[in-house]
């Protein structure tokens, strides 16, 4: 039992390119998340699903989009690049709202 | 303000002794509190869960939750050098609010 899979682990980009964080989850979970974390910040949701089809934002969503067509997937996209966006980026998932949350090993994410 | 407030630290403790973190926050339709134990460059494991006021023991570790206070409490017994890790809470219901987290080392 996999759990919460991120792909790829580790990325550089440069300012202005665009890419997909994957996650996928073999629990058959409703709810995922994206949340991305900074020194001395926590985890901040950027945003989250509730369901296969739907998406909502989060606290920070500016610059980031999400889809969500399979219920064992969540992808966050980045148009395009800034250097605020230089961060570890976790993925999430519960089998419902209020109940214990899974979490994927991390994307490092570094945008030059 | 932040919903949920956590301090850093770092925290340094002896092995053996016991260590206290806690958090405040600030929405009081809050009913879902939890500690997350995050070990460095991994992703954040639940440790301690919480529904409405009281406390909750598990082997070492005791989570206690001040709802008119608006306050939430991490004690961990009996340190050991396996404990060191960043504690972050994380309290609402399908959306949580995390803290910034608390480094602990734990030292031998």
Request: charged share 20%.
């Amino acid at each position: 039992n996999a759990g919460v899979t991120q792909t790829p682990k580790f990325r550089v980009l440069k300012t202005g390119q665009s890419m997909t964080l994957l996650c996928a989850q073999d629990m058959n979970h409703e709810y995922m998340y994206w949340y991305r974390q900074d020194p001395g910040m926590g985890l901040r949701l950027i945003h989250y699903s509730v369901g296969e089809g739907t998406t909502a934002k989060g606290e920070v969503p500016d610059g980031y989009n999400v889809s969500r067509l399979k219920k064992q997937n969540f992808l966050l996209g980045l148009e395009s690049a800034a250097p605020s966006q230089t961060s570890v980026y976790f993925c999430a998932s519960t089998r419902q709202g209020n109940t214990e949350a899974f979490f994927g090993q991390g994307t490092r994410l570094t945008v030059v | 303000q932040k919903e949920v407030e956590q301090d850093p630290g770092p925290l340094s403790v002896p092995e053996g002794a016991i260590v206290s973190l806690n958090c405040t926050y600030s929405n009081s339709a809050f009913q879902y509190f939890m500690w997350y134990r995050q070990y460095s460059r991994k992703g954040p494991e639940l440790l301690m869960y919480t529904y409405s006021s009281g406390n909750k023991e598990d082997g070492r570790f005791t989570a206690q939750v001040d709802k008119s206070s608006k306050y939430i409490s991490l004690f961990i017994r009996d340190s050991q050098p396996s404990d060191s890790a960043t504690y972050l809470c994380a309290i609402g219901d399908y959306k949580l609010s995390f803290g910034a987290g608390t480094t602990v080392t734990v030292r031998a």
